[in-house]
């Protein structure tokens, strides 16, 4: 079975500080690892795909295969980086998206 | 191209009632689900199709079901609903595989 765990359910932080969200998984095979967030009252909106390595809004995540983890950065948070943030896994080619109970991010100015 | 077009956004029901939430996407997307998101809970998946005629079950699919008769749409229906299906439901597609999905603007259900 697959499961994604974030430790944190709130993450504040000061403007300009780096960020951190912690997402770890489970699953026994290749999975495609994604970052969505949710600002308030609003759809869930695609941040980042672990398959496309880009950067988007200054975040960035990197999956690391040994540590099952896929942790979300930005060395500089701005207040408008204050949401709902979601991990979530799919395994490879499949459409049962799992996802993380969430991290709000509080960008304090 | 409206993208994930979800309707109603606000629906108050009583217990033992029933509805259909509708979703509908123009993108031609393969893949369709249906999520409920519930505070400190994350989302969870309800039900999900991998194509037109094609309809599987997620994590939580007691008291949902779900048909797909054409590729655009994707309805939800709460068979009798009850308290514990009050939630914020999300209808989500995406194309295929290696690509993310795009999510509905959701339906708050509360159910008296």
């Known amino acids: 079975a697959q499961r994604v765990t974030q430790p944190e359910k709130l993450l504040s932080v000061f403007k300009g500080a780096p960020v951190e969200l912690k997402c770890n998984y489970s699953y026994s095979g290749s999975p495609e690892l994604f970052w969505y967030v949710q600002y308030s009252r609003q759809r869930l909106q695609l941040l980042l795909r672990?398959?496309s390595r880009e950067s988007i809004k200054g975040f960035t995540a990197d999956l690391n295969k040994g540590e099952t983890s896929f942790h979300l950065k930005k060395p500089f948070a701005q207040e408008e980086d204050s949401a709902m943030y979601y991990c979530?896994?799919?395994?490879?080619?499949?459409?049962?998206?799992?996802f993380g109970g969430g991290t709000r991010v509080l960008v304090k100015p | 191209n409206a993208g994930v077009t979800q309707t109603p956004k606000f629906q108050v029901l009583k217990t033992g009632q029933s509805m259909t939430l509708q979703c509908a996407q123009d993108m031609n997307h393969e893949y369709m689900s249906w999520y409920r998101q519930d505070p400190g809970m994350g989302l969870r998946l309800i039900h999900y199709s991998v194509g037109a005629g094609i309809t599987d079950q997620g994590e939580v699919p007691n008291g949902y079901n779900v048909s797909r008769s054409t590729t655009e749409d994707f309805p939800l229906r709460l068979l009798s609903a009850a308290p514990s299906q009050t939630s914020v439901y999300f209808c989500a597609s995406r194309i295929g595989a290696d690509y993310g999905y795009t999510f509905g603007s959701g339906t708050r259900l509360t159910v008296v």
């Open positions: 672990h398959i």
């Open positions: 979530a896994l799919n395994k490879a080619a499949g459409n049962k998206l799992t």
